[in-house]
């Protein structure tokens, strides 16, 4: 079996915008990939022509599977939880929808947000980060959800960082990061796969210029993996697996 990669975010657009680089880059490495994203995004400001928030949700499920596409995604899902609220769901039913899904696609690697929210600081994102760390770690725990067979034990974790902060926002806390990921071969499908999100056109004009500047670089720190060892910096998310 190939090496398999899966990301876990909050809303359409996250997995260009934060995971772009490294899932096109997966896809170049013949790396299957995964995405799941927890909501349809339908509490976002920018809202296109949408007059509801179930039509914002249904045109933003297609815009994401559309970037996924430009990304080379293998799969990708998204679940119905509401935008914005992922603080009112309840811990150990996200954490279940998660574990199923690792045990089934059997990632060797698993990304997602930093504890800090990532560059908006969102708490979704802090949501997602927490569930998936703890998945993570039950996924290949036989006491845990002993129902959802078979367990399986992705090999490593990592957590989006980053070395730049968005002008106009309060800055997050990035854990130091171990990969400094070099994505400028994936720039510009990472930047289409952004424009298939039409109802976000106006963030992506107002972020393009930060892009510009400091788009060929995607941060993640390793914060599990199966063999203990001292920490490392490593210039890929696969260095070093077999
Ligand atoms: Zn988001």
């Known amino acids: 079996m190939g090496q398999r990669l899966?990301?876990?975010v909050a809303h359409p657009d996250d997995e260009c915008f934060g995971?772009?680089?490294a899932l096109?880059?997966?896809?170049?490495?013949?790396?299957e990939t995964s995405v799941l994203c927890m909501?349809?995004?339908?509490?976002a400001t920018h809202r296109g022509s949408a007059e509801s928030g179930l039509e914002l949700g249904a045109s933003r499920r297609r815009e994401f599977a559309a970037s996924c596409e430009v990304?080379?995604?293998?799969?990708?899902?998204?679940?119905g939880y509401h935008d914005g609220q992922l603080q009112n769901?309840?811990?150990?039913e996200a954490v279940e929808h998660l574990v199923r899904r690792m045990r089934r696609f059997q990632p060797d690697v698993v990304i997602t947000f930093g504890s800090d929210g990532g560059l908006n600081v969102h708490l979704d994102h802090m949501m997602v980060s927490f569930w998936t760390t703890t998945a993570f770690h039950w996924a290949?725990?036989?006491?845990?959800?002993?129902?959802?067979?078979t367990v399986f034990q992705p090999r490593r974790l990592f957590h989006l960082s980053t070395d730049v902060f968005l002008p106009d926002r309060q800055p997050p806390i990035p854990s130091p990061w171990t990969v400094a990921l070099d994505i400028e071969t994936t720039r510009k499908r990472k930047s289409e796969a952004f424009e298939r999100h039409a109802s976000q056109a106006?963030?992506?004009e107002r972020t393009k210029p930060f892009f510009a500047e400091y788009g060929g670089t995607e941060f993640y720190t390793l914060v599990a993996e199966k063999e203990p060892k001292p920490a490392r910096q490593m210039t890929d998310l696969f260095e070093g697996l077999s």
């Open 24 to 31: 096109a880059l997966a896809a170049d490495h013949v790396i």
């Open 202 to 204: 106006p963030l992506m």
């Open 71 to 79: 990304l080379g995604v293998t799969e990708h899902e998204v679940l």
């Open 19 to 21: 995971f772009g680089g």
């Open 6 to 8: 899966m990301c876990v």
């Open 39 to 43: 909501t349809d995004g339908q509490a």
């Open 89 to 92: 769901v309840p811990v150990l």
């Open 140 to 149: 290949g725990r036989s006491n845990r959800f002993p129902e959802i067979t």
